[in-house]
């Protein structure tokens, strides 16, 4: 026994010391097929030399155009006074309703008097009237003044505001007494160029979300109405940039709103002033059409450009293709590929499907 512990275990120890010096060695000088092709040991199978692929598909396509929007009231008709002249008399105030060609005040107002010549007494041959000389001729007389009433009278059916005026103030023809709201309200969102191209030649068929309604409202006779004078800004705002990954935060060029999309709201529908909404325009549906993921494609418009390997050198090549409709996640592809045609499924600079969540969606 004393033999085992004195030569024995001591020579297994050593042996056991040896082994475990060799393993970290090799683990530090001669490393694993794996890492020396550079692979990550972590992930099995990783092969970064590999690149995704998909195929062209046929498929049907939906698109559809969502819209951050605000409630704002229907522009009213100004009620304007049609003659000189005071107020008389007002018979309603602001917030009454009204009806087309109702009174709401009246207005009293001066006709000029005549000149009014007296008639002549006759006058004989001599020079005298009846026999005696001729008296003086009297001058002409002003007729009393004369005033007229006249109504003012709505002249479209709203609910009356803005009237600022009193009895006996003064008026001149053509001043803004109040003005004739209509009541009624519309959904108003901001629409940039690109989507207003997007939206030429479009059925507008457009929903919108209210918080008070379980399903979405229909637009009733949507439409897009474009500003007369559109506001150049003197430069465009410097994109923030991450000063480690170079990534553009936000800013940059932005199309700059110059058309509005304008949705009338039902009249059963209840909203107030200011109410933020968002609209769903539907761009329509096209069935089996030629598709790729969104991720394959760079480009805006209908200019893009996808990638397929080189068979000669394995390196991802160009194609230059006509895009079509977008949806959620795929492109119609018009003109530049066939059915059952590879390309690379991530376009260059996009290495997965993580990053694929970050492709804009034109």
């Known amino acids: 026994m004393d033999a085992l512990r004195r030569y024995v275990f001591p020579v297994i120890w050593m042996?056991?010391?040896?082994?475990?010096?060799?393993?970290?060695?090799?683990?530090?000088?001669?490393?694993?097929?794996?890492?020396?092709?550079?692979?990550?040991?972590?992930?099995?199978?990783a092969d970064f030399d590999q690149y995704a692929v998909v195929s062209v598909e046929t498929a049907d396509l939906s698109s559809e155009l969502?819209?951050?929007?605000?409630?704002?009231?229907?522009?009213?008709?100004?009620?304007?006074?049609?003659?000189?002249?005071?107020i008389?008399?007002?018979?309603?105030?602001?917030?009454?309703?009204?009806?087309?060609?109702?009174?709401?005040?009246?207005?009293?107002?001066?006709?000029?008097?005549?000149?009014?010549?007296?008639p002549a007494l006759p006058?004989?041959?001599?020079?005298?009237?009846?026999?005696?000389?001729?008296?003086?001729?009297?001058?002409?007389?002003?007729?009393?003044?004369?005033?007229?009433?006249?109504?003012?009278?709505?002249?479209?059916?709203?609910?009356?505001?803005?009237?600022?005026?009193?009895?006996?103030?003064?008026?001149?023809?053509g001043d803004t007494v109040a003005t004739i709201s209509p009541g009624t309200y519309s959904i108003v969102a901001d629409l940039t160029p690109e989507q207003q191209l997007s939206l030429l030649d479009v059925e507008l068929?457009?929903?919108?979300?209210?918080?008070?309604?379980?399903?979405?409202?229909?637009?009733?006779?949507?439409?897009i109405t474009e500003d007369s004078e559109i506001e150049e800004p003197d430069a465009p705002p410097a994109p923030e940039v991450d000063p480690f990954t170079g990534e553009v935060i936000s800013g940059g060029d932005a199309g700059v709103s110059a058309a509005q999309l304008v949705c009338p709201v039902p009249a059963e529908a209840r909203v107030v002033p200011g109410l933020s909404v968002e609209v769903t325009v539907d761009l329509g549906t096209r069935t089996g059409v030629l598709t790729v993921p969104t991720t394959a494609v760079e480009g805006e418009g209908t200019a893009g450009t996808v990638y397929a390997l080189d068979e000669a050198t394995g390196e991802p090549t160009p194609i230059d293709v006509v895009l079509g409709m977008r949806g959620d996640g795929s492109v119609e592809v018009t003109e530049g590929l066939e059915q059952g045609q590879e390309i690379l499924e991530f376009a260059p600079g996009i290495d997965g499907a993580d990053d694929s969540m970050n492709v804009e969606m034109w």
């Open 123 to 173: 006058v004989g041959e001599d020079g005298e009237e009846d026999g005696e000389l001729a008296a003086p001729q009297p001058a002409p007389q002003p007729a009393a003044a004369e005033h007229r009433y006249e109504n003012l009278v709505a002249t479209t059916s709203g609910v009356l505001s803005g009237m600022e005026v009193a009895e006996w103030d003064a008026l001149a023809k």
């Open 15 to 45: 042996l056991i010391l040896g082994l475990i010096a060799l393993a970290l060695v090799k683990m530090a000088f001669f490393p694993s097929g794996a890492d020396a092709a550079g692979e990550d040991p972590l992930v099995p199978g």
């Open 66 to 86: 969502v819209l951050p929007a605000m409630v704002q009231p229907d522009a009213g008709s100004a009620l304007k006074a049609t003659t000189d002249g005071e």
């Open 88 to 118: 008389n008399k007002i018979w309603l105030k602001n917030g009454d309703a009204v009806e087309k060609g109702q009174r709401i005040l009246q207005v009293r107002y001066e006709v000029e008097p005549e000149i009014v010549d007296l």
């Open 205 to 223: 068929n457009a929903t919108a979300e209210l918080p008070n309604t379980p399903d979405p409202v229909a637009c009733t006779a949507p439409a």
